[in-house]
């Protein structure tokens, strides 16, 4: 059974920084309309310093490497997604036992543990038009397939097609966290930025995990 190694959440990270830096026009695009037109800009700024801490060497562990990402994005990111993406990064940090062999089931453990991280940092509920729309049916899609027998390239693949889905569904939805909620009905007719890269987020680990 392929396991993931710190090698692969390198991948991971440095997959979803180009992959951010690709759609970094999409995203403030979608951010301004709903909010204030930088959530391309940063994450990008973001995701370049995660990069730079990785070029700058010795990694090391697992739950090192994720735990420096997320503490590069809260301190290089001022926005919103900085905190909540660096949260994110240190809970699953946290949720990977330095060495320890990582399965399916310890990645989806930690994941989860990152989208609590998410959730207790910036109280949303799914409905609320925020990342965690993307995430919950992502995590939920991961476990069901890891219940089923699925091994982790399987249940990301099907992480990351239920997270597209969760982020398409925040279209009609109107915002109830965030900037976009200072719109109220009007925040409705548009995807919502942080779901969608978060969308991108587990496309980038289907890609390049385990
Ligand atoms: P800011 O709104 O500070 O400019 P960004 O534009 O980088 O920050 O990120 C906006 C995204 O952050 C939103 O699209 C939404 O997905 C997410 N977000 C905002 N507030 C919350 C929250 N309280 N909980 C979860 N996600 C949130
Ligand atoms: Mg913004
Ligand atoms: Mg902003």
Redesign the pocket.
Known sequence: MPEVTAEGLERWLRRFADVVHDHAAELTEL?SAI??A??GS??DRGMRAVVGALDDGAAGAADAMLKKAGMTLVSTVG???GP?YGTFFLRVGGGLAGGQAVDAATLGRALRAGLEG?VAR???EPGDK???DALVPALDAYDAAVAGGAGIAEALSAAADAAEEGCAATIPLVAR????SYLGPRSAGHQ????TSTALLLRSAADSLP
Not at 177 to 180: E, L, N, P
Not at 192 to 195: Q, T, V, Y
């Open positions: 951010d909010g204030d930088d959530h940063n994450m926005g919103a997604s909540l998410v910036g109280k949303a925020t990342m965690v966290k965030g900037r976009a919502d930025p942080g779901a």
